[in-house]
């Protein structure tokens, strides 16, 4: 199969549109995507019982040249199997035909890559968790989702309607003026598309290739560095020295009162119960969509204001210093937790990581070992500790004293520039050589030292040995280090 390959100039971008269908089209939505999901159920299915077999055999004693051979997990080869088995399997014979067969083949694709997923993994190719063996999908728990990759897939002349295979005309919520223009122009063509459902609507995503020009940014020359938290959002400090707050909307905090309101009454109705088999009350179904419809409102307020902070960081610095922040840790703080969470700290990331190459900026990443709040930027001093709860950056070198998030906001934008030199910005090769400060690279001990006394302190205390490390470092020393 031919690789594709894009145009130069040209590049792949999603446009997302909410759908309004009527009640025939939504029974259509929901078969169509129930069809994947019987897909991927089939296919893992078929693939785990030679699996199974061959085990059973083993224990049978039967030579390995006789045993069941083992079945490739190739799309190809699952749309083959898949498609001899539609016609006699009791599961799909009386009704198969009443969905497009791109509905099938987005189940068959998407086992075929939890299968390599899977194999990756066990084989240590794959970073990340070790994956597991693809389960099937529950019909109460599995995502909606159907991709339409060949068929009639267009947007009408009005802008407000949009055809699919087998599903027909359906309308949009919001005009599609954007790609209409420029799929007339020649400038734009779409690739696939995606329907799914998600926060009580149905939505369509135009998987699309595009052409588009650089777009140069206001202050091409200037760095900025941003440090991400709770009580301000993101605190920028540029190359020029100044200092930008922006508020932490705090969409949740707001929201909770009103939120709890609707749990109580979702609490007080006859709700779903998997043990018993009881269904949930007509009341009870009622109060959950109201509850939802905030949970919804939420997510949308926040997606809508992390990409309009983004947008505007990224329009105007050529240069932008992150850092590399361990979320999954510090989500592990019960106190933080919900805050952090609803901040949005990875998404901020990955918005500007991306939009960075979509205006062919710079984006420096600081190692996640970089003491940005520790340091002085000033002298270039380096704490030894500084807990979470101090908010003010006192140095014992020099008599500055400032917000501990503008302190850091501005050792981050000093890396914009030292990031070419190898002091530890992640990615760099010198970065990867550097050892870790506080005998950070050291394993972690399997069992704890005995408590029982000794001959050196009383009680069994374990004397500390004071190096180098407990003193204040200089930021050129912190930057070799780190």
Known sequence: MKKFQLQPGFVVQAYRFAL???????????SHCGAARAAYNWAVSWMTASWWQRKAEATYGIPEDQVTKWRPW??????????????????????????????YNTGLSNAAAAFDNYAKSKNGKRKGRAMGAPRRKSKRKARLSCRFTTGTIRVGTDGRHVTLPRLGTIRVHERAHGLREGITAGTARILSATVRHERGRWFVSFQAEVKRDLVRVARPDAAAGIDLGVKHLAVMADSAGQIRYEPNPKHLDVSLKLLRLHSRRVSRRQGPDQRTGQKPSKPWEKANAERNKVHHRVANLRADALHKLTTRIRAEYGTVVIEDLNVA????????????ADAGFGEIRRQLTYKGRRNATRTVVASRWYPSSKT??????????????????????CPLVMDRDENSAHNLVALAVASTTGTGVAGDLEAAKASKPREANRKTRATRPSRKAGPGRAGGAIPTPRGKEARDRTQAEALTLW
């Open 20 to 30: 309004d269908p009527n009640a025939a089209q939504e029974r259509a939505l929901r």
């Open 74 to 103: 190739t799309l190809p080869v699952l749309r083959k199997a898949f498609n001899e088995a539609k016609r006699t399997d009791p599961r799909f014979a009386g009704w198969w035909e009443e969905n497009s067969k791109e509905a």
């Open 329 to 340: 840790g510090i989500l592990k703080n019960r106190h933080l937790a919900r805050r952090i």
């Open 376 to 397: 002085c930027s000033n002298c270039g001093a380096v704490k030894a500790k500084l807990p979470l709860h101090v908010r003010v950056f006192d140095c014992d070198e």
